[in-house]
């Protein structure tokens, strides 16, 4: 399946005249060489005609070596001497390369949204710095290639719906562990603490194939979860009381590739009017599962979901998109939205998450499915239900 992917690749340089492609941000390294950076500072060469190159400091050369390019190039890292700069590192390796003259080079230019990579709290990312390297070391044509890349992503080769797979599995986890904690009095970030130490402790190692592992929970109970369609979630202070809706968001990465759901719950018996509205969002999702295939556009998905919700009269509490592509970043194409030009097709990975929200609560559903020929596989059918009884 690896070569496959190669194949649609480089037909796709072939079509756009692009002769090699330059590739710094973690998530496009791993998704042309098996390889996830630690750091964010490593170069992937990868030419339409020929053999990749990876650019890689020392510190990295036993991850870089458990991918797929077997040209790796290592440069060193700080010493006492002089402060480490490593695009100069780069440079030097870069400069005893032959490009022939009149390459064109397709490079990430105008790439705004990073995944991050496993130093979480410190992303390298290219700019005007690493351009200027590329231009210093070799007499090219840059050109964007942005749009290319994402378009590429969408459909899934064998290796990565195993790491999506294995990632909706330790979700399961992350999820089941906060389960146990759920209590009056609880604070949401407790819960989101236990959903997160849960994924690292189990998730390193995991089946004996992942590597890295992190989870990200965002807890939000009462009213917080009205928020929980906002395009961030936080986690707060506020401690669960008997009753309270409790929305969790939940991302979890394993070796750079990602799972997005959503769980809603509630501490006790719900409401007359909770509970019509959670029947409700598990039958648009069932909706959207029997109506998705292949060749289905996205539009199209999102609008039989939206038509269903609207039929049950909660079109006004449904204010966001049916879902979207995900993989190697929580968010990606396909766009499962009102004005998506979007074609969904076999083996793209999406998540389906309707939801409905009040002004004292909020509940949502999400799931990540892969497209199949006739219907969807769903990665994350468990913990699906709505009463906790404590």
């Known amino acids: 399946m690896y070569q496959e992917k190669i194949y649609h690749i480089k037909k796709e340089m072939e079509k756009r005249n692009i002769d090699i492609m330059i590739l710094r941000l973690p998530e496009n390294v791993l998704y042309l060489s098996g390889y996830w950076p630690v750091m964010g500072l490593s170069l992937l060469l990868f030419p339409r005609e020929g053999e990749p190159i990876l650019i890689v400091p020392k510190s990295e050369e036993e991850y870089a070596e458990k991918g797929w390019v077997r040209d790796i190039r290592v440069y060193g890292t700080e010493t006492l001497s ?17 490009i022939p003259k009149g390459t064109r080079a397709g490079c990430e230019l105008n790439w705004e949204t990073m995944s991050t990579n496993s130093v979480v709290g410190e992303l390298n990312y290219p700019s005007s710095l690493t ?15 942005t749009d290319m890349l994402l378009k590429l992503r969408m459909v899934k080769s064998e290796y990565e719906l195993r790491k999506i ?53 965002f807890v939000m109970s009462g009213e917080n979860s009205s928020k929980a369609w906002y395009p961030f979630n936080i986690s707060s202070g506020r401690r669960i009381r008997k009753g309270d809706v409790i929305l969790l968001e939940f991302n979890v990465c394993a070796d750079g590739y990602w799972t997005d759901i959503t769980r809603t719950w509630v501490l006790g018996t719900p409401t007359k009017e909770q509970e019509e509205m959670y029947s409700t969002i598990v039958e648009a999702q069932e909706v959207a599962f029997k109506n998705i295939k292949d060749g289905i556009s996205a539009k199209e998905a999102d609008r039989v979901v939206r038509e269903y919700i609207s039929n049950k009269g909660y079109s006004s509490y449904y204010p966001h998109r049916l879902g979207h592509g995900i993989g190697l970043r929580i968010h990606e194409l396909p766009a499962l939205h009102p004005a998506s030009k979007d074609i969904l097709k076999e083996n793209m990975v999406h998540t389906v998450e309707p939801g409905l929200y009040t002004k004292n609560f909020g509940i949502r559903l999400e799931d990540d499915v892969i497209v199949l020929k006739k219907g969807v596989k769903n990665l994350s059918p468990f913990a699906k239900f709505f009463s906790l009884k404590k």
């Open 82 to 98: 002089e402060i480490w700069h490593p695009l100069n590192e780069i440079y030097n390796i870069l400069k005893d390369i032959e």
């Open 131 to 145: 351009f200027e390297t590329i231009r210093k070391a070799w007499n090219v044509e840059m050109v964007d290639i």
């Open 165 to 217: 797979r294995l990632a909706n599995e330790l979700a399961e986890i992350g999820i089941e562990a906060l389960l146990e904690k759920i209590e009056e009095g609880v604070k949401e970030s407790e819960l989101a603490a236990e959903a997160e130490r849960a994924i690292y402790a189990e998730g390193v190692g995991f089946k004996g194939e992942v590597e890295r592992a992190r989870g990200f929970a």
